[in-house]
């Protein structure tokens, strides 16, 4: 899956032609407009760049807005994950 990011703990992407907005489960962190919110953003866009553009997406329910909650990762070229909720 391939996608962009919103902020610290929300991202878009998209599945077979599918766009899903997705918030991270167990995971809260600054909107993009509070203070820390552009770092944690620019954090996690750090951390994607390290696998080659996909993300996994376990996917645990849908919350009140209609979001995917899920565990997110992605695969270094090494084979290592970054577990994205846990950083």
Same mark, same amino acid.
């Given at each position: 899956? #391939?996608?962009? $990011?919103?902020?610290?703990? *929300?991202?878009?992407? @998209?599945?077979?032609?599918? #766009?899903?907005? $997705?918030?991270?489960?167990? *995971?809260?962190?600054? @909107?993009?407009?509070?203070p820390g919110g552009i770092e944690a953003r620019d954090h996690l866009r750090s951390l994607v760049a390290q696998g080659d553009g996909a993300i996994g997406v376990v996917s645990i329910e849908k919350d009140q807005y209609k979001r995917t909650v899920a565990d997110l990762f992605v695969i270094r070229p090494d084979g290592s994950e970054i577990h994205l909720n846990w950083v």
């Open positions: 899956m #391939e996608g962009s $990011i919103y902020d610290g703990d *929300t991202l878009r992407v @998209e599945r077979g032609g599918q #766009e899903l907005k $997705i918030r991270f489960c167990g *995971t809260d962190s600054p @909107e993009i407009e509070q």
